[in-house]
């Protein structure tokens, strides 16, 4: 399959603008041979127009047919034989990566097939006293979806959000990620294949190409977007919300944005399973070189001989990996930027002697900085895009708990406790942070079915109440409706 470089407005391949762009092979560290087209404000003007032209038609499709429609884009984007080589080009992933990140792209899209046809997926409810009530859920129309850096596959152009969209009846137009847009080429089409071979209305599915935030300000802007899907930087998120909170019809952006997925560890744990803790965290910190939102950026305990060993023993374990390649030049330099900032403060030791970094690549390190300080200074609250994880000492139970009340809303929060141990205090505080709170395990790995949230309290999420990811997912893109005496 040939990579077009064009924006695709339904079924139309469009490239009139004067902006051209490439992606770039950050192993290599030079740029792909690929060439692409940004979107003009007459094409995005085109793809919204479309859309809701489409939602029209798409909005009352049955749910088995949606279905049929979301299983033919799985089995399009299968029958891609450039993809790995293009994906892992593009990204710098290994094809280990690419296989589980497929994988788990082809299931979300099933999955959500199967629950278009599972009984009463929308929870109707009808009271038949009178006047009889029906209460049932209607898409929004159009999203806007943002194609996210961390994952070109899974959270991008058929990933998460545009899945979820689709299947809940809306139309959607994905903005791609400048470093990914070929591999967004490929899916594009695939998805497009996918309209024609199953009836569906051209402009159910458009993709535009952008280097600049104009692409993805003006679809959020449009009128007839109603609803946007993003996941990335707080900054880019926030952007995003504030543009649609000034709209004259405000419309819900429903953002995933930074996390540091705070870790408690006992002081029993640290005693008995120390050298099993700092292999499984030195795995979960370094996996994808640290550019997951599950990534855990902070480990918490109190201060003693038993924390200093599990530190020295992290360490020694983090300087066993190879250093990790790094998605893009940028987040790299965001990456060390932030990193060293960290590092050169007063208050904070760091434990890894930092080797050259040649190109893209960087190093897991971990540093260690007090309680008190850690309190004082947000700097060290923050996310840390990559394999990094500040240790914090505290002098008592009480300081942790000051410390998990001080950060803002996160994705996951872990507790490390020996099952005598008394955690209700901690699990108290704790699951007022975090959309979700893990016991005895690691926060990377996000399993995608009913009983997942991933979600949190800002700046984790843009809102609190909705999952990006399994089934419940579908529920940002519905809204509910009372139909009162019909019958
Ligand atoms: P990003 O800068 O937030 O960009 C994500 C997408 O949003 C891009 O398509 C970008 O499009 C768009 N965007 C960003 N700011 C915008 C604005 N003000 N107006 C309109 N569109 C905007 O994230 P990234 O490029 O993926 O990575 C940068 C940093 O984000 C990383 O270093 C990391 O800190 C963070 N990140 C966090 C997560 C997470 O899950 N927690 C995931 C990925 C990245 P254009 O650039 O084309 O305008």
């Known amino acids: 399959m040939k990579i077009i470089g064009e924006n695709f407005i339904g079924d139309k391949i469009s490239a009139k603008g004067n902006s051209v762009f490439s992606t770039f092979n950050p192993k290599k560290n030079v740029s792909t041979p690929w060439q692409f087209t940004e979107a003009t404000p007459n094409e995005i003007e085109e793809a919204c127009f479309l859309a809701y032209q489409a939602f029209k038609i798409y909005r009352k499709t049955k749910d088995n047919e949606r279905a049929l429609f979301l299983r033919e884009i799985a089995n399009e984007i299968d029958t891609i034989k450039e993809l790995e080589e293009v994906y892992c080009t593009e990204s710098g992933l290994s094809k280990e990566r690419f296989q589980t990140e497929k994988e788990r792209t082809l299931f979300q899209l099933r999955m959500f097939a199967d629950f278009l046809e599972s009984r009463n997926w929308r929870n109707e409810i009808i009271d038949n006293q009178a006047p009889i009530l029906k209460k049932t859920y209607i898409p929004l129309g ?78 959020v802007l449009h009128r007839h977007i109603k609803a946007v899907g993003f996941t990335g930087s707080v900054q880019g998120g926030r952007a995003l919300m504030d543009l649609a909170a000034g709209r004259e019809e405000p419309i819900p952006v429903f953002a995933e944005m930074g996390s540091v997925n705070p870790v408690v560890i006992s002081n029993l744990s640290l005693e008995r399973k120390a050298l099993f803790w700092a292999k499984a965290y030195a795995d979960s910190i370094s996996q994808g070189g640290g550019q997951f939102c599950t990534s855990p950026g902070i480990i918490i305990a109190e201060k003693n001989k038993h924390f200093d060993n599990f530190a020295r023993l992290l360490s020694t374990e983090l300087n066993k990996i190879e250093t990790a390649c790094m998605l893009h030049p940028n987040i790299k330099k965001q990456f060390i930027n932030k990193r060293d900032h960290i590092i050169a403060l007063d208050s904070v030791r760091s434990l890894s002697k930092i080797k050259k970094e040649h190109d893209n690549y960087i190093q897991q390190s971990v540093v260690i900085v007090d309680g008190n300080s850690f309190l004082k200074n947000k700097a060290l609250r923050e996310e840390v895009f990559g394999s990094f994880c500040v240790l914090v000492e505290c002098k008592d139970q009480y300081e942790i708990l000051d410390i998990i009340e001080s950060l803002e809303g996160q994705l996951t929060g872990t507790i490390i406790a020996e099952k005598e141990e008394d955690i209700q205090d901690l699990k108290e505080v704790f699951q007022y942070r975090v959309g979700r709170l893990i016991l005895n395990g690691v926060s990377t790995g996000v399993r995608v079915c009913k009983a997942m949230h991933h979600g949190g309290p800002y700046p984790a999420s843009s809102t609190p109440f909705f999952t990006a990811v399994g089934t419940d997912a579908i529920k940002r893109w519905i809204r509910p409706i009372t139909y009162q005496n019909f019958y």
């Open 142 to 219: 159009p999203v806007a979806v943002f194609g996210a850096s961390n994952f070109p596959l899974a959270y991008s152009t058929a990933g998460g959000d545009t899945t979820s969209a689709l299947a809940a009846g809306c139309p959607v137009i994905v903005k791609s990620h400048p470093m990914h847009a070929a591999t967004n080429d490929l899916v594009a089409q695939a998805i497009l294949r996918a309209v024609k071979n199953t009836n569906m209305p051209d402009g159910v599915f458009s993709s535009l190409n952008g280097i600049s935030h104009q692409t993805g300000q003006a679809l």
